[in-house]
């Protein structure tokens, strides 16, 4: 059974900094890795998606690299900002079509001003 | 932008009642699907929906669980009798547009609450 770990759980930082998430997987057996951004009580905005035969995969200041073999995902934020602060998460698919994505616990993000 | 929407924002039922969970996927997407998370718990798969059948199920999605596309455009998701251990953020999320990948996009949740 597929296991995602996202470490660390919550991250304090201010702004300005770079700064790195992890996402680890106990399966590389998938079909693409996907990060979202979660603000309180709200959806799951999707970031990026990194391809399981992709290295990384860039969105402005966002940065997301996936090395399958070793089951780990970064995703790097440069030049951190207040608006940054949301809960991440990443979620890894298994295939392609209508498989469900298996999903981290988020790592918890706040950018003090 | 094309965007997943769900009804209602927030629903409150007595445990035992029946709910229906509103979605309208984005409109060129094929594959469909509902998605959970208990308050401070991770996002939890439910079921998918292709073709006009269920593609795949978690264990949680039981007997009470049931999924429709009644028309062209709704998604729909009933839970028959609920239970306390029902509340949640339920989240409806669509994929399969033809731009490869399958990237999921989700809509803002509904939030239930049993009581």
């Known amino acids: 059974k597929q296991e995602v770990t996202q470490i660390p759980a919550a991250l304090s930082v201010p702004e300005g900094e770079n700064l790195v998430l992890n996402c680890s997987f106990t399966?590389?057996?998938?079909?693409?890795l996907q990060w979202f951004r979660q603000d309180p009580g709200k959806g799951l905005t999707s970031l990026l998606l990194i391809q399981s035969s992709q290295r990384e995969q860039t969105s402005g200041r966002l940065n997301a690299s996936l090395d399958k073999s070793s089951g780990r995902s970064t995703l790097y934020i440069a030049a951190s900002q207040p608006g940054d602060s949301a809960t991440y998460l990443c979620?890894?698919?298994?295939?392609?079509?209508?498989?469900?994505?298996?999903f981290g616990k988020g790592t918890h993000l706040i950018i003090q001003p | 932008e094309p965007e997943v929407t769900q009804t209602p924002s927030h629903q409150v039922t007595q445990m035992g009642q029946e709910v229906i969970l509103r979605c309208v996927p984005i409109?060129?997407?094929?594959?469909f699907y509902w998605y959970r998370q208990i308050l401070g718990q991770k996002v939890e798969f439910l079921v998918s929906?292709?073709?006009?059948?269920?593609?795949?199920k978690s264990e949680i999605f039981d007997d009470q669980f049931s999924v429709e596309r009644p028309d062209g455009s709704n998604f729909t998701l009933k839970i028959r009798s609920t239970k306390l251990e029902d509340s949640a953020m339920y989240f409806c999320?669509?994929?399969?547009?033809?731009?490869?990948?399958?990237?999921?996009?989700f809509g803002p949740g509904t939030r239930l609450t049993v009581l």
């Open positions: 929906f292709y073709n006009n059948e269920i593609s795949e």
């Open positions: 999320a669509s994929s399969g547009g033809g731009g490869g990948y399958n990237e999921q996009f």
């Open positions: 399966d590389s057996a998938i079909y693409n």
């Open positions: 409109s060129n997407h094929l594959y």
């Open positions: 979620a890894v698919s298994p295939g392609g079509g209508a498989d469900g994505l298996t």
